[in-house]
């Protein structure tokens, strides 16, 4: 077992707060640094998914996790931030300024469905997103003359200060960029007041009212900040791909983003880089897993959603604090070996509340 | 009354509120002084708890208004009243549960805070002064109130006792001038209920804030209140002295009925 001696208030504003994190995560960031360097091509693409996803994650991660506001749409801001990207640097609007302006156009839409919010909760927003994402998939097939229809439309290479970033190893470094920068905001956020307004929000919102904590304001700040975040990563997405149509943006991403914060963790940044990791490895895996498979299962088109739904589920029933909170335990039982008790995180059944708002 | 009107705290004025076709308070009348610990009793449906959620505006009255240093508090929105220094704690305890003692205290001061979004985004010295601010107001409140242990623990975790308690510091982090405690020792054990009248006292002498509270045990009541409002089916009954509110015919008559009723079940038995 460790103790942490604190002397200050300032040590726990730090972004790592343990003695030994910050090595750690500066390895991690060498390690990251150089893996173009030893590891294949297809490993860096594979790679540079993980960090665009990751970034769609801390979007819902901070929306959903933290403010507690339920999305099944988020896949449209996903595409509002692409097509914006795609549109805006094809009418020659360098890379950054486009960028900026396409998750600022998602933070806009986000604004306009975090209206609803204020009114509805729960398993209602959860609904109203559904239906936006169904209306932003449409506009973008039929909104011919700005995104292509159905047909798709294509996305350059970004240029950055002259060069054009078309190898897998430049375009993995833009968005390790892009991630690093979202991390250190959204953490930032999150030891300030307006990431604790949040979690307030997320727990009890009478008790943050009474707490002078302004719902509305904060809620569609959460929608805006939410959207922005995916919208960034739709943005590296459509570039990413080099091509963009409006069916990648439906109600299956919208799922997977789901999936992404659910099985990495509500409620932790981790959470999301370990979410959007198991997101890119999994259709991998089922890959290999079809060589051993019976035909008659590793040929049925459905496999992939089959098994992210079991995956899903389970994760619901047997670990609801995702992979991170799975981690934490593992940490938890080295640290304090051999005095790990059986419940040791097991939740207390809540108390009757009071009165709630409507 | 011998107080001038700058003595008055808040003022409730004839406020009547109506669900549907009950009347949960009808009329009610009282004045809070500067510095004083008033305490509403009444046994339950009295229209105690109501009175509470029309001063934090959760809902709106039918009738009457709340008078706030001379201002109307009716016209603010809920968000506001914190930051006009009313702060609350809940009957049942709403406490965020997924977060830290630490943190729960640390949004009590989120109406102190001197950073905004992109201030907060970036970092800047100014939220991190604000952090700081935050934290001292946190750590003077742990410090009164004995809390050091469980500075660090999640709220879902913690016992019944120690939860109210946070939630009376989460209030007092807000740096009040007037505290609402709802049943501050409901659930709690008689010695938990002993270092909740020694806190209550300590709030008002120590740090100055006035309290309304609303209380069930008549011990705890009579040992730290100046004043008591006794009501009934949202009606005032009597108001007073905890001894003269004590010893009302009609106080005792809503507690345990009339003489004539406790005859009739004497001879019953």
Known sequence: MRFLFKTDYRQDLRLARQPGQRL??????????????????????????????????????????????????????????????????????????????????????????????????????????????????????????????????????PQVAGYTLDSPAAFYYLSLAVCVLATLGVL????????????????????????????????????????????????????????????????????????????????????????????????????????????????????????????????VLFEPMGLYGRWCKVRTYLELFPFYRQGMFRRQKAFQRSERLK | MSHSQSDTLLSVRELTVRFGGVLALDGVSFDVRRGEVFTLIGPNGAGKTTVFNLISRIYPPTGGEILWLGEPLTRMPPHAIAAQGIARTFQNIELFEHATVLQNLLIGHHTHRAAGFWADLLFTPAARRSALAARRKAEEMIELLDLQAHRDALVAGLPYGVRKVVELARALCSGPRLLLLDEPSSGLNVEETEDMAWWIRDIRSELGITVLMVEHDMSLVSRVSDRVLAMNQGQVLAQGTPAEVQAHAGVIEAYLGTVDDVASLRRAA
């Open chain 1, 24 to 157: 750690w995560y500066a390895l991690l960031l060498a390690c990251l640094l150089v893996a173009p360097g030893w590891a294949g091509s297809y490993w860096i693409a594979q790679l540079g998914f993980v960090l665009v996803y990751a970034i769609a994650g801390l979007g819902l991660m901070v929306l959903s996790g933290y403010t507690g506001l339920l999305s099944i749409g988020h896949a449209a801001f996903l595409g509002v931030g692409a097509y914006a990207q795609a549109w805006l640097t094809s009418r020659g609007v360098p890379f950054v300024p486009a960028l900026l302006l396409s998750a600022a156009l998602s933070a806009l839409a986000g604004v306009v469905v975090g209206l609803p919010a204020l009114r509805v909760k729960g398993i209602y927003l959860a609904i109203a997103t559904l239906a936006f994402g169904f209306i932003v998939e449409e506009v973008l097939a039929r909104w011919e003359s700005v995104t292509g229809g159905n047909a798709g439309l294509a996305v350059g290479a």
């Open chain 1, 188 to 315: 930032n956020l999150l030891r300030g007041a307006t990431g604790r307004a949040f979690i307030a929000i997320r727990d009890s919102e009478i008790s943050a009212q009474s707490m002078g904590i302004h719902l509305a304001r904060y809620k569609t700040l959460s929608f805006a900040l939410s959207a922005a975040l995916v919208g960034l990563a739709g943005a590296l997405y459509a570039h990413k791909l080099r091509y963009i149509s409006p069916e990648q943006f439906g109600i299956g991403q919208s799922v997977d983003l789901l999936l992404l914060v659910v099985v990495g963790g509500l409620g932790s940044v981790h959470g999301a880089f370990l979410g959007a990791a198991f997101l890119i490895v999994m259709p991998q895996l089922i890959v290999l897993a079809k060589d051993w498979l019976p035909p008659a299962v590793a040929q049925a088109s459905g496999l992939q959603a089959l098994v992210y739904g079991l995956v899903l589920m389970a994760f």
